[in-house]
Every structure is written in C-alpha cells, then in structure tokens.
Nanobody, 121 residues
C-alpha cells in the first residue's frame, strides 16, 4: 500500500503561481512513477503530468506544457507540481497518483484525496 497526501492548493489570481506537494508513505516511494491529474467541476479527470521513478522522464498535457513542472525528491518521498502562469481554466481538484508503470492514463494504483486549486480572473 502507498498512502498519498496532497497539499499546497488554494486561491490564486490569474498569472500567479502555486506549488503542490504530494507526500507518500508506505512502500518504497522510489519504485513508483508519480502522476498529477485534475478534475474540474462537471468534467472528467484529466492527465496533467507524470514523472518516472528516477525523475529522468517527464510528460505533460499540452494544456500545461511550458507552465507546469513536475519534480520529485525521493529522499523526502515527495513529488511536486510547480504551476506558473495559472489560468482560470486550471481551476480543479488536483490529485497525485502512484503506480509502478509510467503512464499518462488514469490507471494508477494509488490516489491521494486531492487538493483544490482555484484561479480567479
């Protein structure tokens, strides 16, 4: 089992920045690829970014490429999502997820409870 707890969400004006964190506990964090997904009100959950267990490989949704950066610190069992140049359409609940397989799909084995990000115009 892997337990994931997100933090860092909040209210920010358009053009601002936030950094989300996801702290993992349980099985060896460094064995897992980590992903960030989001779900806006009335929308389906969508892929945002993912990072390999080593941190060497990252992938982003086109909608966030160039604005968001995913990173991880295996010594701290934490994955981050730095979000810059935020737009109102980035408003959503953001979830982190863990799986042994790197994927941009929602088939991750473990999920956090989510953290709300609201971007005002």
């Amino acid at each position: 089992q892997v337990q994931l707890v997100e933090s860092g969400g909040g209210l920010v004006q358009a053009g601002g920045s936030l950094r989300l964190s996801c702290a993992a506990s349980g099985r060896t964090f460094s064995r897992y690829a980590m992903g960030w997904f989001r779900q806006g009100a009335g929308k389906e959950r969508e892929f945002v970014a993912t990072i390999s267990w080593s941190g060497d490989s990252t992938y982003y949704a086109d909608s966030v490429k160039g604005r968001f950066t995913i990173s991880r610190d295996n010594a701290k069992n934490t994955v981050y999502l730095q979000m810059n140049s935020l737009k109102p359409e980035d408003t959503a609940v953001y979830y982190c997820a863990a799986d042994t397989v790197l994927s941009i799909g929602p088939s991750y084995d473990y999920w956090g409870q989510g953290t709300q990000v609201t971007v005002s115009s």
